[in-house]
């Protein structure tokens, strides 16, 4: 008995060390020739894998990096720090701007027209697609939370008000919902920026008909352009712009706009004044 | 005759019998028409009219370049209003000409006609190049609901052997072409003989559903009778299941000729070319009269309505102005949902101040009863929608992987070959939204496709 126990031990052993050594010759035989410098990068990659970068995850923006077919600084997940570190890796210079996510519109259950009831798919894709817009207004929120589904960093939450409200103390910047909303309401900003901007996308030439579908909609009445004292407001495409080459955060425009539509950025949207009552998931 | 069919399909209910025996009305004294200015598949058009501009009856008043384009014309004579953005009926705010009605007044006594038409063409003296020409210059395209330039059909750069006429009208409720067979078949067939002398075919088919049986004589007696089948043109009626989508252009193929268009080919790859019946009637009028595709027919029924009509309107009339001319009424207490076009594929809109468009096959007001909504629950595996499927795809493993954004897969089991004609959604036990999440994944597969083009370039 002892003996058949001693044997498998020892047959065991010599067969691990055969084997053992054979993988160790072949590993270095066959050795794959791989760039150190894509493990460098995807060491300092945040590793949360949110595509943002548009590449298959940090392993796929690392090798893309590290054969130099992408620039440094797309990591909007990690921010400056992330693209300094990457940077510094690949030797190049960093200069890049933090930013964040800020959805232009306002038009919440209250203010909003609704087209009619809706039951079809629940996202805010098939909506518009069906419907055109659940909201009478055709360029607003739809309200499903599609953003709030491809936000990775839990920087978005559906407020009870049926608009997406953004976390600026968790949002990257990584444009996930810019890209995923059907609308394309979602902006990105940085995250310094000061001056004013407008949170309405309404392009309807109209005015009675802007007012008819939401009462926060821009009427195109051009009091900002007129009013602003620095002539920075221009009309791009219906709605107004702001050059913030000139913006001295004055406020002019947010107090003289009828429907509120104009909000400084620093104050209103990402400041303090901004505190939504939030659904809980 | 034995009726042919293809596999697959549904048996929705008919719901034809509340308009199938009222005679087409006309309706007059249009006010005031809300013309949308794109009402094709392909390139937008410009207006080519101002505001403030008198415009006679058939006069073109909005057009661009380009092969996938179809000139749009006025349908009443009278001044241009406005040039905005309105509604339309597949739910979104395009440009449109609203045009008030005027009479011109009379110059020494003599009141000037308001009608701008083109003068009258012989098909079959012209040549092919002369014929497609008038049918883009009458505006007119496929009137069973994609609006597809018919311009473009009739110019097949393949050989054709069938001119298939769709009288199969398979929507449930809708009764438009079924009175038109009956109250113009000589129209009809005139039409398959214009279609098939431009297009060079040997044989044209009148397709009709079992459920409209007794429009078959009256089609035959219409093809003993005509001149084009004196003069030798091959030209009969082919019986078919009643069956859901029986009308829809591949299957209507499959069941007459027992080919199949390949996927993501088009009916000349099989050698046919199918005609809605209202475009065989624009057609013929487009020739006969010099007439531009200025107003269609369209059935106006379901269970809110209190009074069924099969109309034919000025395009760009509202449905609203054809109930306050007293052709048709709607119970708007009982009215919980509004949709133009058939209850399978039409498109359910807000409110029925919404024009009729070229491709307007019907306006249907559903009750409580008709328009009840389920819950989404989750697919029980019954394998229901793989036998509905008239293109014999998976829906529920298309749905799984469409749920997933797993759209290479999507591709693979056929996403794109998707008619979206919703015997699957109609069958599904558990009530899923099939269709509606394939018109999604399609969207988004095309926008994929689109991004990998462009990275390739």
């Not at chain 1, 002892?2 to 060390?17: C, D, E, G, K, P």
């Not at chain 1, 701007?97 to 805010?124: F, I, P, R």
């Not at chain 1, 009870?160 to 949002?171: F, S, T, W």
């Not at chain 2, 399909?9 to 949308?36: F, N, T, Y």
Request: proline content about 6%; hydrophobic content about 40%; some cysteine.
């Amino acid at each position: 008995m002892v003996t058949i126990v001693l044997i498998t031990i020892a047959f065991s052993a010599i067969l691990a060390f055969v084997l053992g050594t054979a993988l160790g010759f072949f590993r270095e035989k066959f050795k794959v020739e791989r760039d150190p410098k894509i493990d460098e990068v995807r060491e300092a990659l945040p590793g949360a894998n949110c595509g943002g970068c548009g590449f298959p995850g940090c392993d796929g923006y690392a090798e893309a990096v590290a054969t130099g077919r992408s620039p440094t600084t797309k990591c909007t997940a990690g921010g400056s720090a992330t693209a300094e570190a990457v940077s510094k890796i690949m030797g190049v210079d960093a200069a890049r701007e933090d930013v964040v996510s800020v959805l232009l519109c306002q038009g919440t259950k209250d203010v909003a027209v609704s087209k009619g009831e809706y039951v079809g798919v629940q996202t805010c894709r098939a909506a518009k697609l069906s419907t055109g817009s659940v909201k009478a207004c055709s360029w607003g929120c739809q309200g499903f939370g599609d953003c709030v589904n491809v936000c990775k960093f839990d920087a978005l939450a559906m407020g009870e008000d049926g608009l997406p409200h953004v976390n600026y103390d968790n949002c990257t910047g990584c444009g996930m919902c810019a890209e995923e909303c059907p609308q394309k309401l979602f902006v990105m900003v940085p995250r310094e920026k000061k001056g004013s901007i407008v949170l309405c996308s309404n392009r309807n030439v109209i005015k009675a008909n802007v007012l008819k579908t939401c009462k926060t909609g821009c009427i195109k009445c051009e009091i900002c352009v007129k009013s602003c004292p620095e002539k920075c407001i221009t009309m791009v495409n219906g709605i107004p712009v702001t050059d913030y080459s000139k913006c001295t955060s004055c406020g002019v425009c947010v107090q003289k706009c009828p429907t509120h539509a104009y909000k400084l950025l620093e104050v209103d949207v990402m400041g303090e004044k901004k505190k939504v009552p939030v659904l809980e998931a | 005759m034995t009726a042919k069919t293809f596999r697959g399909g549904a048996h929705p209910p008919e719901q034809k019998d509340r308009s199938s025996g009222l005679a087409v009305e006309r309706l007059r004294d249009v006010k005031q028409v809300v013309i949308p200015v794109n009402q094709h598949f392909g390139a937008p058009l410009q207006p080519l009219v101002k505001v403030g501009d008198y415009v006679k009856r058939g006069q073109k008043i909005a057009d661009a370049d380009g092969r996938m384009t179809v000139p749009v014309h006025a349908s009443l004579a009278g001044i241009v209003k406005k040039i905005e953005p309105r509604t339309q009926s597949n739910n979104l705010d395009g440009p449109c000409i609203i045009i008030e009605a005027k009479q011109p007044e009379p110059v020494d006594g003599v009141v000037e006609s308001t009608d701008d038409f083109m003068p009258p063409l012989d098909p079959f003296v012209c040549s092919k190049e002369e014929a497609l020409a008038r049918i883009r210059a009458a505006g007119i395209v496929g009137m069973g609901g994609a609006g597809f330039p018919t311009h473009v059909k009739l110019a097949p750069s393949k050989p054709i052997s069938y001119v298939i006429a769709n009288g199969a009208e398979c929507e449930p409720y809708l009764t438009i072409d079924e009175r038109t067979m009956i109250e113009r078949p000589e129209d009809v067939v005139e039409g398959v003989a214009i279609t098939m002398k431009i297009v060079n075919a040997p044989e044209g088919i009148i397709a009709v559903e079992e459920n409209k049986m007794h429009a078959i004589p009256l089609l035959e007696k219409a093809i003993a009778s005509s001149p084009r089948t004196r003069a030798g043109m091959k030209i009969r009626v082919q019986l078919l299941k009643t069956k859901y989508p029986q009308g829809g252009e591949k299957m209507l193929i499959t069941a007459i000729t027992g080919k199949e268009v390949p996927s993501g080919g088009l009916p000349m790859d099989v050698g046919c070319v199918v005609q809605n019946i209202g475009t065989l009637c624009a057609m013929v009028e487009a020739f006969r009269d010099g007439k531009p595709l200025i107003e269609r027919g369209l059935t106006i029924t379901g269970g809110a309505c209190t009074k069924p009509a099969n109309v034919i309107a000025p395009i760009g009339t509202p449905v609203a102005d054809i109930i306050a001319a007293g052709l048709t009424a709607v119970d708007d207490e009982a009215l919980r949902r509004i949709i133009y076009g058939g209850p399978m594929m039409g498109v359910a809109v807000p409110n029925y101040a919404i024009p009729v468009q070229k491709n307007t096959s019907g306006v249907l007001f559903m009750n409580e009863e008709e328009a009840v909504h389920y819950e989404e629950e989750t697919c029980i595996r019954c394998g229901r929608c793989m036998r509905a499927c008239p293109i014999r795809i998976s829906p529920a493993l298309l749905a799984v992987s469409v749920e997933t954004g797993d759209y290479k897969e999507a591709e693979k089991i056929g996403l794109l070959d998707c008619i979206e004609c919703g015997s699957c959604s109609f069958v599904c036990p558990a009530h899923r939204h099939l269709v509606q999440k394939f018109r999604v994944g399609k969207q988004i597969l095309r926008t994929i496709k689109q991004k990998e083009a462009q990275n390739a370039r």
